[in-house]
């Protein structure tokens, strides 16, 4: 399994080493392909923050099912971090799992799932942990409108029950920031109302941003995300319809979300 792993310059100024936060980055693509919109170009936008990101190229339908492998892949990936966290220049302790679309239901049944996840990998729960959660535009239960093939949903759990990311929902979930956009037309924004509203109930810090309009797979809804005009001959204006300023805010409102979560200049300042 691939992991790509980028790791922000040393400031040599400091006369010291710093450890930075990590992002662990699982891109979208419908558990078919892992999209380029929402790999390196994402990472590098957590990069410019100090941030180090692992994109990981977990499980997909070609190697079916996906479920629970990819799960196992994301946590020794996961564990390996908090065991070689010296190695990595990383704080363990401010890990923050980030999912697009499929990749958020992975991320999201990883939130949940992952006390049991280190019983079945015999490994220590504190290294399994991670310390915050976004999800953009995710799938969160396979009955909340996506897939809509059976042979899909055989392809990704064959099986497999634990599926449904609402509804195995705990107290043990990390605080979560997630957004979509009402109109999404590919995966409902009720998968995001349903797993905002199990994190409540469970009494997990949540934040959620719905904004009104917007396709699915927005990435950063700027254009350097977009798709350009010769994506496709006959609409040409299609791009333009990935490129939404106001849901653009959603990265920046994420950071300040960290922030107050996390008390970033505190984080740097007392290194």
Do not use: C
Request: proline share 7%; net charge neutral.
């Amino acid at each position: 399994m691939p992991v790509t792993f980028y790791q922000p310059a040393a400031i040599a100024d400091f006369h010291t080493s710093v450890r930075r936060p990590l992002v662990i980055l699982l891109p979208g693509g419908g558990y078919e392909f892992r999209s380029d919109r929402e790999n390196e170009i994402v990472a590098l936008q957590y990069l410019a923050q100090g941030f180090a990101v692992a994109v990981v190229g977990y499980r997909l339908r070609d190697q079916p099912p996906v479920l629970p492998t990819a799960l196992y892949q994301l946590g020794h990936v996961v564990a390996d971090f908090h065991r070689r966290a010296a190695f990595y220049g990383i704080a363990a302790d401010h890990i923050l799992l980030v999912g697009f679309s499929a990749g958020g239901h992975l991320a999201a049944l990883y939130a949940d799932l992952w006390p049991q996840l280190a019983v079945t990998l015999q490994l220590p729960a504190k290294r399994l942990k991670v310390a915050a959660l976004t999800l953009a535009y995710p799938v969160i239960g396979l009955r909340l409108g996506w897939p809509a093939d059976r042979t899909a949903l055989a392809a990704i759990t064959a099986g497999w029950a634990d599926h449904e990311a609402d509804l195995l929902v705990t107290a043990q979930n990390p605080p979560t920031f997630l957004w979509a956009t009402t109109d999404d037309e590919l995966v409902p924004v009720v998968n995001t109302e349903r797993y905002a509203a199990a994190l409540i109930a469970a009494n997990v810090p949540v934040t959620k941003l719905i904004y009104p309009h917007g396709r699915h797979g927005l990435s950063l809804a700027r254009a350097v995300t977009a798709f350009p005009t010769k994506f496709d001959a006959a609409d040409p204006a299609f791009g333009e319809q990935f490129i939404r300023p106001d849901v653009a805010k959603w990265f920046d409102q994420q950071l300040r979300w960290l922030d107050k979560l996390w008390h970033l200049d505190d984080f740097w300042r007392q290194q």
